[in-house]
């Protein structure tokens, strides 16, 4: 029957796997070796790291590179991040690594850093880079996401495991909510830290340029190094950004968010007004302010006292609005220093840049 058929076609056997990500001795793990067996067999497979879950395949492989893209939906001009867990690996990989990069390298990795650099040809499908020639890399701080790049031996291409275009997953839920049934498997390591994704950093030119704001600050990047610049598309949203991905709408929930710069009060007064249309609200907000307002959903991911929090549980507050059906979102903005610039960076897109001003 031609319908079974098609189903065939998109549903494979999604293996999950429970680990602990404390325990030092991974390796021995049975999960991690068969969830690297199944990498090496060109199969793709999700696995925790420090800042979001990825989405893993053998970067050398186009037929592995393939199945990442249409799990996802991915556009295939948007490039994907290697993950490695060793100095040989990287040097299989890039070329021409300038000594600004190694300083980045020694102060960073394993972290949440993405480094742009000159790409060895030949050595990655071509699929992962979309035909540039460099390549984004990065050196992830999550035991499982170590071990099981080196039990693969390979290096490992992932992009976030969400579903193109919604927030990324910051607990193997998420991963399974979106990908099920369309990917090899799924390693469970419980909640990522960061929450947001790496910074990406260009390293090909004189000054480097963040590409992406993310786990690692422009304040701590600079303490390094001196002076980075930034992409204007990020700051100035009018401009075609330097990383393809960067165009494209991102971590949004299925409901209109609206960010609004003002005060407590102007903010309920707007809640009060589409509840009164007959709409279901929802309200991201600050965890200090929560007991202010009255809405029908209100998430409070973290504290503005400790930014990082609000970093770590923004996906999953995104998210649980698609789960409670609200028909509108309100979001307080945040401060933008430090990690703040990575989450009102990631608010701003899921907003489509709609803000409301008091
Ligand atoms: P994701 O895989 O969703 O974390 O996104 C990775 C980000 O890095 C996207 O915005 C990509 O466009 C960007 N990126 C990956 N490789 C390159 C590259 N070689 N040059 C510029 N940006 C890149
Ligand atoms: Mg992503």
Known sequence: MKCEDEMKVLVVETKLWIVDKNVDNIQSYPQIIEAAHLLAKNEVVAFPTETVYGLG?????????????EAKGRPNDNPLIVHIASQSQLEEIVMDIPPIAKQLMDAF???????????KPGTLAAAVTAGLDTVAVRMPDHAVARQLIEASGLPIAAPSANTSGKPSP???????????????????GGPTGVGV?????????????????????????????????EDRAFVKKDEAPKAPGMKYTHYA???????????NAFIQQLINERRAEGM???????SEHQALYEADYIVAPGSLAELSTVASGLYDALRQFDDVHVDIIYSEVFPEAGIGQAIMNRLC???GQQMIEQ
Not at 57 to 66: P, Q, T
């Open 57 to 69: 395949a053998n970067a050398r492989s186009e037929e592995a590179v393939k199945k990442v893209f």
């Open 109 to 119: 990795w394993p972290g949440p850093l993405t480094l742009i650099l000159k790409q």
């Open 170 to 188: 910051t607990l193997a839920k998420h991963v399974q909510d979106d990908l099920y049934g369309r990917i090899a498997g799924i390693v469970d």
């Open 197 to 229: 994704e790496s910074t990406v950093l260009d390293c090909t030119e004189d000054i480097p340029i963040i590409l992406r704001p993310g786990g690692v600050t422009k304040e701590q990047l600079e303490t390094i190094i001196g002076p980075v610049k």
């Open 253 to 263: 929930p299925k409901a209109p968010l609206i960010l609004v710069k003002g005060e």
């Open 280 to 286: 279901k609200v929802g309200l991201l907000a600050a």
């Open 349 to 351: 897109k899921a907003a």
